[in-house]
């Protein structure tokens, strides 16, 4: 049986491979399975959404993108969805949603977590993905 792709629209996640915190999330990150399955891409392999982001203006060095269907959400708002669609069994989901199901706490919060991620990247020496060719 075919599934409507309507109901179940196409989820892909482009994050920093490279960053150990962003790693950590998407490894802990659960979506509802009702949701369909999030496809998680590294921003640093190349690929059709690193190059579609890229066309679109889109600075993977200043959040993650998440598509949901047809429509790529960026940073803060990318979270928030991802959040929405996450399910709140766990500490670690039931965390995030308390933290980011709201869209006005994500925003205020996203911007200390941009700065922790750079931080972290330099000091462990790794370079931001706008300054790396894509591997593949």
């Known amino acids: ?22 790693r950590r999330y998407v ?5 509802r399975k009702e949701v369909g399955e999030l496809e998680l891409i590294d921003a640093r392999q190349e690929s059709e959404a690193r190059r579609e982001l890229t066309a679109s203006g889109i600075d993977l060095d200043q959040g ?3 598509q949901i269907g047809e429509r790529w959400y960026h940073g803060s708002e990318a979270l928030h969805r ?4 996450g399910t709140r069994s766990g500490v670690f989901n039931r965390t995030m949603y308390r ?12 911007p ?6 750079n931080g972290l990247l330099s ?5 931001k993905i706008r300054n790396v060719k894509p591997r593949r």
């Open 27 to 31: 490894r802990w990150q659960r979506i």
């Open 112 to 117: 200390l977590l941009k700065a922790c991620r």
């Open 64 to 66: 993650f993108a998440l």
């Open 82 to 85: 991802l959040t929405l669609l």
């Open 99 to 110: 933290l980011f199901a709201s869209q006005q706490r994500t925003e205020r919060l996203y």
């Open 1 to 22: 049986m075919q599934e409507d792709a309507a109901a179940n629209p196409r989820l892909r996640l482009v994050y920093d491979g490279e960053c150990p915190m962003c």
């Open 123 to 127: 000091l462990l020496g790794i370079d």
